[in-house]
């Protein structure tokens, strides 16, 4: 699967096209290649459903949680990043486009994708002229550049993205803007012109692209940075500015009147406004979902259980609905620090006596939940191999006999007993500890169940090796989304065993292979994309196995398809509904 | 007079000091005795990326190294005349009155414990009217009509009452009420009154008539057993024998009597009831500080729930107050005792 | 005021032959045959006895009619909704049905839930009433200023907004202290909670109680006597608080069944997958159009403690025939 070819152009007519259906009225339903306005499951996920250019309105999400932050600088979710580019331009974006273009980065404040230079380890960006903030002072690379420096100050922003202080060639203890004023960061990143920045980097890195995609990019003009306190007035660079801004309940959004559509091939603007509300009980969001009463869950990780029923038994209601693939595995990690886990054939029985179709039913099913996942790449990421080391049998229940022989092999042919430890807040994960508790029982493999708090999860107990180590936890749920749809994106932070940390904190928390470690480097210097992809699957396969990682299912949501709305498709970099392109119809 | 509520008065500063020393206590002591140190404390509020040395440094920040009095001090210090709290990107200010700092949403406490507060304002005013209305009635009605089907109904229907955990019939109103026959609210909506009465009212029905069900049926046993005390007294049979019409009798003696101890009762539990209606607000998922303060369990963020428990105690201290400085004017031998 | 039978009101029927009744026999065999006469409270009585069994012999019962209660049956579900097949998947099986998602039978749960939620309610009312009857009687004994503490200290308890005190209590335990770990660590914790804070409610009946028997001839008499405080609380004050005690201990088991339901239903109680009938509505409200779900656990949690209620006011008004009514 070779998606991030570099045939730009076949991504520009894809727009044009899309453009053009739109413009010239692609109502038709035969037409059928890029847009539909026929209510059926799966309408948006490759095209355009009810495509319109009219203008007006306001469009009203919901949000079941808080919003992480909207500051750019340290925003970390998925459904933030897709909606945050309506406030704010960054150097490069994801294509606002249905099916497998929407994968790929297009210029965005930037006038066209980064120019490397030195193998790789330079990376130069032109900005468009006439990009204004909502006061209509002028952006400059040097707003791009204080943007980015100010993400660094981790003790202001703990939860945000961390690629930017691994990768540029920063001074030794530059610790931000705030704390580190007047310090020269010119060996990282340098603004020649106004209009021009280029960044420096440690080592060659292809695939920085991705990185100037990321929303800490937007600028941010200093004379209005506040800090922590930035999130209450996000200023705008995009074409919709922070009308009310009230934390925890709710926000919206106005038209940014000095965002010129001249500057902007990517956005169209459609709505006069977007209205959010936080915090909304998640079945509420359903109901109101259904009724219409309500347009988008900005979430965007699909139904809860209570309308899972009602929507797949009811055909009209289903017809309603779009289920989309996400990059992102739920999983569970089987430790080998712990005895008798350190004993390869143990790991394998785990993974055979594992129950998947259990597993995926304590995610909530194949539409709600995902698919059965034997891999740890999911299949949307480039470079994604199938072969399954572990067959479950023919009903994927787990093969009763290879689990008890490989038990054998492993000198405990009775079984042993093990820790395992889930998030307390989450059901899905408690419902997977319960399932596997279940199907090891059948040879012998004992697990206790150990509920953490969900925020020290990593820190204190999952993703710490000496607890992990000392309270015996053979096994811990775990799940990895990528920040990009990319092997890098998808598999550094969970197969490298250099990102664990002895005091805690990392999201790996069994892979320790050092032939893995080799792989990974030599991937990531290679800066031809489809070379660099090729190497992602056996990194995989290799992992697998060690037999240290038991994976669930690839992620899918069921999501209720706006009613009221035009333009809608699924993005594929978010896998939820493209924020940027609706319009009310 | 003076002196008795200047007693009173003081009684309940010293209330109030002592339940927060022991709800600070817990949440600073308690961790620590099993195994938690200022480090794992201050875990809880930087990011995932942190090193032992950011760590450390916040914790130190924030005082952790402190003895726990000197910690709570701090924090009774800031709820008149403020704190400044150090998180590492600068000073936040968190004016008095500071309940404290959230780290998790980095937002003091006290702005969003004033914004919970209608939400659970509302349900526990339109809730106590209708118990009061129902409950009362049904146990004047019951003690005139002792031994009656209607008693008898009654008293069952109210022993039904409270023995339902209000989570259970919550979740069947939803059930029934909201989701099949569709006559009220979802759960998980609220108006505030100010934008739309109607609708204000229209989502707090059936949290108003499931609370109203628990408490009715308590306040129709009490007042029916209140009722049957007084009407055997003596002074009743006085009334009676001077030849005061029936009805008299009942609602002036009879009910008035009866009518303290449940004003007592009825300060508790309406304070108790604005210090979070945890459950109803769980089921219901309405945004009062009952729910605040469950959220906040769930994500570990302490200075809420410190807030919100000494907001509680402080309703509950401030109703029996009330319950007391009231006696006082209706009986003046309570001045004395 | 003649009172029919089968009332809830069950005061001697008629005092004159109650009184002649009573002639030479004691307290305790007088109070029995007042119980036995109410039909309701024997009736609640013989509910309560029903569900100590089913408590106590729970694996057996669970063997004959159920299946292991945390044994997946998804084979039973409808994975595309998570709903059982048919609805609720009630069968000769599964008497209550299966849970939706993991298709455990609720039968078997609500079985084993009457475990944890009767041994948590009856122990957390014996540390209160421990802690109650101690305090109550040192206060009303001694008076002054121990009195003068005491009381102080019980105005402190019930002064806590108990609930959201007890889930931020419950909610910063970690998984293993104080050398315990798991379920045991968990109950352990919810009996002291319950326990804890329910003990004023005791305090203050035994309180009063004692004031007014240190006042009785019979004390006094005991006193010129030259008898030590301990033989006059533990021989002749002790005795007589033993009816309100058991009274109000009884009357205190539905409440704290319906506190340790409500911290559970808050996930701060039993932790999954040990099943406890607040954590089986929690669960259930995540399914909430599913009606069986929520049910099972609902109507044992409501019988439980209805019958509770019924045999304590019988109780009470068997002791105390001129008691509140």
Known sequence: MIR??????????????????????????????????????????????????????????????????????????????????????????????????????????????????????????????????????????????????????????????????????????????????????????????????????????????????????????????????????????????????????????????????????????????????????????????????????????????????????????????????????????????????????????????????????????????????????????????????????????????????????????????????????????????????????????????????????????????????????????????????????????????????????????????????????????????????????????????????LPGVYAKSLMIRPKRLSNVFVSEAYSMYDYLSLGVA | MITYIIRRLFAAVVLLFIVSAATFAIFYLVPRLVGSTPETLATRYVGRAATPETVNLIAHRLGFYDPVWVQYGRWIKGIFVGANYDYGAGVERCPAPCFGYSFVTRQPVWPDLLDRLPVTLSLAIGASVLWLGFGLSTGVVSALRRGSLLDRAAMGFSLAGVSLPIFFTGMIGLLVFSYKLGWTAPGGTYTPFTEDPGQWAYALLLPWAVLALQFSAQYARLTRAGMLDTMGEDYIRTARAKGLRERDVNIKHGLRAALTPILTIFGLDFGLLLGGAVLTEQVFSLPGLGKYAVDAINTNDLPKVLGVTLMAAFFVVIANLIVDLLYAVVDPRVRVG | MVVGPGTQVPIAADPAEGAKAIEGRSLGRIAWTRLKRDRVAMGGGCVVIFLILVAVFAPVIVDLFGSPPNEFHQKLIDTSTLAPYGGTGISGDHLFGVEPQNGRDIFSRVVYGARISLLIAFLATLVSVVIGSTLGVIAGYFGGWVDALISRAMDVFLAFPLLVFSIALAGVIPDSAFGLSGDSLRIALLIFIIGFFSWPYIGRIVRGQTLSLREREFVDAARSLGARSPYIIFKEMLPNLVGPILVYATLLIPTNILFEAALSFLGVGIRPPTASWGGMLADAAKFYTIWHFMFFPGIAIFITVLSFNLFGDGLRDALDPKGKR
């Open chain 1, 4 to 549: 991030k070819s570099k045939v730009l152009v076949a991504g520009t007519a894809a727009l044009a096209l899309l453009l053009s259906a739109a413009a010239c009225g692609g109502n038709d339903d035969t037409d059928g290649s890029t847009s539909t306005s026929k209510a059926e499951f799966n309408a948006a996920m490759t095209k355009v459903f009810n495509p319109s250019d009219k203008k007006g309105g306001t469009i009203k999400l919901a949000n079941s949680g808080d919003w992480d932050t909207v500051d750019p600088g340290e925003t970390y979710y998925g459904y933030s990043w897709n909606f945050l580019r309506l406030y704010g331009r960054g150097l490069l974006m994801f294509k606002p486009t249905p099916g497998a273009e929407g994968n790929k980065v297009t210029p965005d404040l930037a006038e066209g994708l980064g120019v490397p230079s030195d193998g790789g380890k330079t990376w130069t960006y032109k900005l468009r002229k006439g990009v204004k903030f909502e006061d209509g002072t002028e952006v400059k690379a040097a707003d791009v550049k204080y943007a980015v420096l100010r993400s660094i100050d981790k003790e202001t922003f703990p939860n945000g993205p961390a690629y930017f202080e691994g990768f540029l060639n920063l001074p030794a203890n530059y610790k931000g803007p705030y704390k580190s004023k007047g310090v020269n960061t010119d060996s990282a990143i340098t603004t020649p012109d106004d209009s021009t920045i280029v960044f420096h980097l440690k080592s060659a890195f292809g695939g920085f692209d991705y990185l100037a995609a990321l929303p800490q990019t937007v600028p941010v003009p200093e004379a209005k940075d506040t800090g922590a306190k930035y999130k209450e007035h996000v200023v705008s660079s995009g074409p919709y500015m922070f009308d009310q801004n009230n934390l925890g309940k709710n926000f919206s959004l106005k038209r940014n009147p000095n965002w010129d559509q001249a500057t902007d091939p990517n956005r169209k603007a459609l709505p006069d406004g977007y209205e959010v509300s936080l915090n909304v009980n998640a079945d509420d969001i359903d109901n109101r979902l259904l009724s219409g009463d309500l347009d988008l869950d900005v979430v965007g990780t699909g139904v809860q259980p209570a309308a899972l029923g009602r929507v797949v038994g009811d055909p009209a209601l289903k017809a309603q609905t779009d289920n989309p693939v996400l990059a992102r595995l739920w999983y569970t990690s089987i430790n080998p620090t712990v005895a008798p886990l350190d004993n390869i054939e143990c790991r394998k029985a785990v993974e055979f006596a594992a129950d998947k179709t259990g597993y995926q039913t304590a995610y909530g099913g194949p539409l709600a939940g995902g698919d059965i996942a034997t891999t740890i790449l999911p299949p949307m990421i480039p470079g994604y191999e199938k072969f399954d080391l572990y067959p479950a049998g023919a009903d994927n229940t787990g093969d009763v006999d290879k689990a008890k022989a490989a038990l054998a092999a492993c000198g405990q042919p009775n079984g042993f007993e093990t820790n395992m430890g889930y998030r307390a807040e989450r059901p899905k994960e408690k419902a997977t500890a319960e399932s596997l508790q279940q199907s090891l029982a059948r040879v012998g493999i004992k697990l206790t169940l150990k509920p953490f708090p969900q925020g020290d999860y990593f820190s204190q107990y999952a993703g710490n090796p000496p607890y992990v180590k000392a309270n015996k936890l053979g096994l811990v749920t775990n799940g990895w989304g990528a920040d990009w749809n990319d092997g890098f994106g998808f598999l550094s932070q969970i197969v490298d065993s250099r990102v664990i940390r002895e005091t805690g904190g990392s999201s790996n928390t069994s892979v320790r292979i050092p032939q893995v470690d080799q792989m990974l480097d030599a991937a990531v210097a290679e800066t031809d994309t489809a070379k660099r992809d090729a190497q992602w699957g056996p990194i995989d396969k290799r992992v697998m196995e060690e037999a240290v990682i």
